[in-house]
C-alpha cells in the first residue's frame, strides 16, 4: 500500500553468527583474565609481596627496641664491615658448593642404576628415593646425629672391629657434621633430576653407539653424561640453595664451630631482635640463590637448544 513504511531488514544469519562469535571470544577472554588473576593471586600474595616487604625492611633500622621507618643503608654496610660477617657469608657459599657436589656424585649413580631398570620397577624404586623427603625433618637430622655422634652407631662399630682406639669426635659439632648430614638429607633432590634427564636420553642413540663398536666407557662419556648434564646441574641447583638457607641443621648438628649464615639470620629474628638487620642478610643470601636459578635455567635452555 502507498504511504506505508517499510520494516527495517532483519539481519542474516552471517551477521547473526558474527555476533554469537564475537560474544563468546569476549565470554573466552574475561574467563582467560579471571583464570590467568587466580593462578597470579596467590604466587603474588605469598612470594613476591614477603619478598618485597623483606626488601624494604632492610632498608630501616632498630633505635632501642623499636625499628625507625627512615630508609637508610646502614644494615648492607654493616654486613661488609664486619669480617665475622662477610667470611661467614663466604664459608655458607663454599659449604653449598661442597654439598651439591657430593649430592651430584652420590646421587648420578644411583640415579643411572634407576634408569638402566626395565618396565616400571625404576618408578618404584624411584618412589622409595622420595618417600624420605615425606619424612619429618628434624627426626632425620636426629638419626643422622645418633649415627655420627661421638657415642653414636659409627664410632661404636669401629671401636668393635678394632679399627679406631677411641672414638672420632670430627663428624659432629662443626662443618664436616653440617656438611654430612646436608648431604645425606638433600641427596633424593640432586637423584631425581638426574633420573629424569638419563630418561629422556632415546634409546636408539645408545644402541647405535653400541652398534658402531663403542666400548660402554665410551658410550657413557661421549652420549650418556652430555646428555644428561642438565640433570646434573638442576640436581646442584636444588641442593646448593637448600643447603646455604638451612638454618635447622648447622643449629642441630653444627655446634659452636658449624656456624652458617642462615644461623646468623635466625639470630636476627630470635635472640638478637633486629628484624631489619635480618631482612638486609636474607636479601644478600637471596643473590647467590638467585644466580643458581640463572645458572640452571640457562643452562638447562642451552642444553635444550642444542
Known amino acids: 500500500m502507498e504511504g506505508r513504511v517499510a520494516d527495517p531488514p532483519l539481519p542474516n544469519a552471517m551477521s547473526q553468527r558474527e555476533i554469537a562469535d564475537g560474544e563468546e571470544r569476549a565470554g573466552r577472554a574475561w574467563a582467560d583474565a579471571l583464570v590467568g588473576a587466580a593462578a597470579w593471586a596467590l604466587p603474588t ?46 664459608k ?16 648420578y649413580p644411583v640415579a643411572y642404576l634407576l634408569a638402566s631398570l626395565g618396565g616400571r620397577t625404576k618408578y618404584v624404586v624411584a618412589m622409595f ?19 655420627l655422634g661421638g657415642n653414636g652407631f659409627l664410632n661404636r662399630i669401629l671401636l668393635h672391629l678394632g679399627v679406631i682406639e677411641e672414638p672420632w669426635t670430627f663428624l659432629i659439632f662443626n662443618l664436616n657434621a653440617v656438611m654430612l648430614t646436608l648431604a645425606i638429607l638433600l641427596v ?43 640433570g646434573v646441574v638442576i640436581g646442584a641447583s ?3 640453595v637448600l643447603a646455604i638457607g638451612d638454618f635447622v641443621t648447622p643449629q642441630m648438628v653444627g655446634g659452636i664451630e658449624g656456624f652458617t649464615f642462615g644461623r646468623v639470620i635466625y639470630s636476627q629474628f630470635g635472640f638478637g631482635n633486629n628484624w631489619p638487620f635480618g631482612a638486609a642478610l636474607s636479601v644478600i643470601l637471596l643473590l647467590p640463590v638467585l644466580a643458581a636459578i640463572v645458572i640452571a635455567d640457562r643452562f638447562g635452555r642451552a642444553r635444550y637448544a642444542t
Open 45 to 90: 600474595a605469598f612470594i613476591l609481596v614477603p619478598l618485597l616487604l623483606f626488601l624494604m625492611l632492610g632498608f630501616f633500622e632498630v633505635q632501642g627496641t623499636d625499628i625507625a621507618y627512615h630508609p637508610t643503608l646502614k644494615n648492607y654496610a654493616r654486613f661488609f664491615r664486619d669480617p665475622g660477617l662477610l667470611s661467614t657469608f663466604l
Open 92 to 107: 655458607t657459599c663454599w659449604l653449598g658448593l661442597k654439598v651439591a657436589a657430593i649430592t651430584v656424585v652420590l646421587g
Open 129 to 147: 628415593f622420595a618417600v624420605p623427603l615425606l619424612m619429618s625433618y628434624i627426626i632425620k637430622i636426629y638419626a643422622i646425629r645418633s649415627i
Open 188 to 230: 633424593p633432590f640432586a637423584i631425581l633430576p638426574i633420573f629424569v634427564a638419563l630418561e629422556r636420553i632415546p634409546r636408539n642413540l645408545l644402541e647405535a653407539s653400541a652398534d658402531l663398536g663403542a666400548p660402554p666407557l665410551q658410550t657413557f662419556l661421549k652420549i650418556i653424561l652430555p646428555l644428561s648434564l642438565q
Open 238 to 240: 636444588f641442593t646448593f
